[in-house]
């Protein structure tokens, strides 16, 4: 008997030994630079007919939504937009969006109203009022942090940027190169950059590229940046300069931005010292003696005392 355990336990280890061998090995062949660029290659063309295709392919269930759930074209654009601000350029994304601003309030409202009980109908009514305004908050809050995002990328693009120019590359080169080496670091702003190629590359004039760059992000550093590429543009300075002493300017107010957020640090830590700390020092310290004073002043004790 000990030796057929052993002999499984030397199985089971062998087993699971090979099983584990091959996912690491698996794994390992996926992150290879060759199959990274192999991805990179195949994604491209999809990648370049989703974003820059005029008249792109919508699914069916998409356009049934669109007949159950009208909306006029002038909405729909103003809402695509907003999608496309925090990322989302798929076709299908304004349908999600549609759906889950309509299905929301009855789920929200319909939970509040299981949770309370019809007699208390009202947080039915605040919950969906919640589930309508939800869809509308999340969006403005991935939009919030993808801005965040591009704005403290921007001077270390801008920096990538002058060392390719300087180098000998073109503008364009220099985006491409900036692009593919921000991807990790800040995907979002490498991604704008990859559509200011793609919009290059399909033929818009560079300078109305850049300034769908700005109206897209919506980014106040971005805007300043692509004012300053069209008067160097336009009055023919040297663009390696301008980038310099606007990665500078953007470089300072990153840093003071990191400075204002960090002295309010000490306003925003009251409530949590008031609401959470506080308490708990406050029953640590004065809970043995309030046990104590009622240990010692309880009635029965007081008249036994009292004879």
């Known amino acids: 008997m000990t030796a057929q355990y052993l002999l499984m336990l030397v199985a089971v280890f062998a087993s699971v030994a090979l099983g584990v061998g091959a996912l690491v ?50 909405e729909m654009s103003g809402l695509r937009r907003r999608l496309s601000t925090a990322g989302y350029r798929s076709p299908t994304a304004a349908a999600v969006y549609g759906t889950a601003e309509t299905i929301m309030p009855f789920v929200v409202g319909g939970l509040a109203l299981f949770f309370f009980g019809f007699s208390r ?4 009514l605040l919950g969906a009022a919640f589930g309508f305004v939800l869809p509308s908050v999340w ?69 109305e590229a850049f300034k769908n760059f700005a109206s897209r992000t919506k980014v106040d550093e971005v805007r300043s940046l692509v004012s300053m590429l069209i008067q160097t543009d336009r009055f023919g300075t040297s663009i390696a300069q301008a980038l310099r002493t606007h990665a500078e300017v953007s470089r ?3 840093r003071q931005n990191a400075e204002e957020r960090a002295g309010k640090i000490g306003v925003k830590l009251v409530f949590p010292l008031v609401f959470c700390l506080f308490p708990a020092l406050y029953v640590a310290i004065l ?9 010692l002043f309880k009635p029965d004790v007081v008249e036994r005392q009292h004879k």
């Open 139 to 207: 969006l403005g809050r991935k939009t919030a942090l993808r801005q965040k995002q591009i704005r403290n990328g921007l001077p270390d693009a801008l920096d990538l940027m002058i060392v390719c120019i300087e180098a000998g590359s073109g503008i364009d080169q220099a985006i491409v190169k900036t692009s593919d080496e921000l991807d990790i670091a800040y995907p979002a702003l490498a991604d704008e950059m990859r559509l200011v190629t793609t919009e290059i590359r399909a033929g818009k004039p560079r300078l």
């Open 25 to 74: 090995s698996y794994a390992l062949t996926l992150t290879t630079p060759e199959q990274r660029e192999i991805r990179k290659l195949s994604q491209s063309r999809e990648s370049i007919l989703s974003q820059v295709s005029l008249a792109e392919e919508v699914a069916p269930w998409v356009k049934r939504f669109q007949q159950i759930v009208p909306k006029s074209p002038k």
């Open 121 to 124: 109908w009202y947080f039915a």
């Open 252 to 254: 300072t107010k990153r």
């Open 287 to 295: 809970g043995p003696a309030v046990i104590e004073y009622f240990r």
